[in-house]
């Protein structure tokens, strides 16, 4: 067995949090030139081997001596970045017995195919029952990347290098019209040999290929989900300069151009043709190419499994030279913290693997060996929730509190498996809906944190996402909610609390709706421009006194002779005196209000469609 021990503290709030003593055991050996690890759904995991076999360590950890599938012949591994590459296994599996391989053909091109395993044997695959998906050329023999993953959203992801040589000299990652460089995305569930999904970026873009996810990659050697956010994170191997770590946040739209071959990590690297530096989508983590650190990076996975509470919701990466172990987490406050674990002699670390239950591997290419990650720690137990369970906003948050943590531990606390906080605050305000969880979180590297808690819901209101609608100087609220409240550049409208209002004055427009629970959402301001007095129709208009007593005197002059349709309404504009008058030019008018009761009130005039508005107010 061999040891990653913590070399490095991280200082986060003043405080000194710990990261995992990770641990390498050996788990399984003897297997040739190992490039990549999956599982099935079982207790299984399938190596990939170079050459172009699949073998299978079984749940009880022996390997079985047939290989699973093999298609050496089918195959050209001669050089080091050719090969059997990658291998995903359908999410209905179980069911329809599909599994993907990405591998280099004897031309040296990349090949996307489906396989089936065999009706009677489920440890045995059917060579025969290729269907080849999708051919790349590739121009040189290096830069083929070779993973392949099912998304969350059960589309297949596939990440493919520039096509190789140096410094990408054809400027494919850059090309929307060449698969190279790119992260894709496709349905085989659908379409002969597949489909392209509606919502992909670039799926209706006449200028890039519909395949395409994500531009800008020169060799994403491995790319994973976090099996429980669905956040892709995609390694990319760098020039002769830097390694990245890129981050795709859940429920991202795609479209990312993550900036090769204009820029390697962060710095720029050849700007011809290129865009302003926003147009790029910049990693989370970079690192030097350099003989004392590093010369390739292989991505890994977040940690999601229950052995080791110590791992959890840590990112682990690794570089294929040296052997340092590397861990990315969120820091609480929208950014990252990154801390290395440890330093190796250089095992050619070239991928790692996940099984059915969160726990991870790491394979050694040159010497055979699979290894489990471990972070053996006193953990303390995980803690639980309580508090609210509706979040109305940030300004009404729902408040969730923990059960105490021992001396020398802090609050870890998550929504959706992101972690939002970090302190010594045993409550949080959670001011969005999600699925909160907490966990205790050693405050020095002499503790261990613990798993986190049993997920708590929180609900958000339910208000639509348009919350005025606009008839000429009517305003309308969506009817069903418990109150309103109208408001003019910012200031309410003393009587305005029906869901509907007929302005009267130029200006910004806002309602503010309460449900039932005592929830409030504030609507978007709509500017609206009243009709004036000559647009419609008056020359003149007074009203007095205002405010008014027992009544008031309307007084008039208009610009040509008609008929008038004059009007009190309330301030949410239901109409509670209604008169008609034919004006020749010149009319007073006395309104008797001594039943009304106190409040602003609307007197409206409106001929042929136009009308205008005021407010009066009654003392």
């Known amino acids: 067995m061999r040891s990653l021990l913590l070399l490095v503290s991280v200082f986060l709030g003043g405080a000194i949090y710990a990261q995992p003593s990770l641990q390498l055991e050996v788990f399984a050996s003897g297997f040739s030139l190992p490039v990549d690890i999956a599982h099935a759904g079982d207790g299984r995991l399938f190596i990939v081997e170079k050459a172009g076999r699949i073998r299978i360590i079984d749940s009880d950890g022996s390997i079985l001596p047939q290989p699973f599938l093999d298609i050496d012949a089918r195959v050209n591994s001669l050089a080091s970045e050719r090969g059997l590459l990658g291998l995903a296994f359908h999410p209905d599996y179980t ?61 297949l992801y596939i990440g493919l290098g520039d096509g190789g ?18 992260m894709l995305r496709i349905d085989v569930d659908n379409g002969d040999p597949y489909s392209i999904p509606e919502d ?114 840590y990112y682990i990466y690794t570089d294929y030279c040296s052997g340092r172990f590397w861990s990315i987490a969120p820091d609480g406050q929208g950014g990252w913290r ?90 949080y305000a ?35 996402d348009a919350l005025i609608m606009v008839n000429g100087a009517e305003l309308t609220a969506p009817s069903g909610f418990a109150g309103y409240q109208w408001f003019l550049d910012g200031e309410p409208i003393d009587g305005a609390t029906g869901n509907t209002y007929t302005a009267v004055e130029n200006g910004n427009y806002t309602v503010q709706l309460a449900d039932d629970n005592g929830c409030m959402r504030m609507s978007d301001a709509i500017m609206l421009a009243v009709n004036t007095l000559e647009e419609a129709g008056l020359a003149e208009l007074k009203l007095s006194p205002n405010p008014f007593g027992e009544g008031f005197l309307m007084d008039l002059t208009v610009l040509e002779p008609g008929e008038w349709r004059i009007w009190l309404a309330t301030a949410d504009g239901k109409v509670i005196m209604e008169k008609r008058r034919f004006v020749e030019r010149h009319l007073k008018e006395w309104f008797s209000a001594a039943e009304l009761p106190g409040g602003t009130y609307l007197l409206g005039l409106e001929k042929d469609g136009r009308r205008v508005v005021r407010r009066v107010a009654r003392r």
């Open 95 to 155: 069911d329809n017995g599909y599994f993907f391989v990405n591998y280099t053909n004897n031309s040296g091109d990349t090949r996307i195919s489906r396989f089936s395993v065999s009706a009677g044997n489920a440890n045995q695959a059917d060579p025969n029952s290729e269907r080849i998906l999708l051919e790349v050329d590739q121009p040189f023999n290096n830069h083929n990347a070779g993973d392949l993953n099912f998304g969350p959203d059960g589309y």
């Open 165 to 182: 040589s140096a410094d990408d000299p054809g400027n494919r990652a850059q090309n929307r019209q060449n698969l190279l460089g790119k």
């Open 200 to 313: 992909n970026p670039f799926a209706f873009d006449d200028f890039t290929l519909d395949e395409i996810w994500a531009i800008g990659l020169r060799n994403p050697w491995r790319f994973s989900f976090d099996r429980l956010t669905g956040a892709l994170w995609i390694a990319d191997v760098g020039q002769n300069r830097w390694e990245e770590v890129n981050y795709q946040p859940p429920g991202s739209p795609g479209g990312q151009n993550y900036g090769w071959r204009c820029y390697e990590g962060s710095a720029a690297f050849n700007l011809s043709g290129c865009q302003s530096s926003g147009e790029y989508t910049f990693p989370v983590q970079t690192y030097s190419n350099s003989n004392s650190v590093g010369c390739s990076i292989t991505g890994g996975y977040v940690y999601r499994g229950v052995q080791y509470p110590d791992m959890y919701g």
């Open 338 to 427: 990154n801390a290395e674990l440890a330093n190796l002699d250089n095992t050619e670390f070239v991928s790692f693997g996940e099984d059915n239950q969160g726990e991870l591997y790491v394979a050694a290419i040159s010497d055979g060996i699979i290894y489990k990650l471990t972070a053996p720690c006193n953990s303390p137990e995980a803690p639980s929730i309580s508090g609210d369970a509706l979040a109305c906003g940030p300004d009404q948050p729902a408040l969730l509190e923990s059960t105490p943590a021992l001396p020398g531990y802090s609050y870890a606390w998550y929504r959706n498996g992101i972690l939002v906080a970090l302190g010594a605050s045993p409550t």
């Open 430 to 464: 959670a001011g969005q809906g999600g699925t909160y969880s907490v966990a205790f979180w050693a405050d020095s590297q002499a503790g261990c944190n613990s798993l986190p808690s049993a997920g708590f819901e929180v609900v958000e209101p339910d208000f639509p």
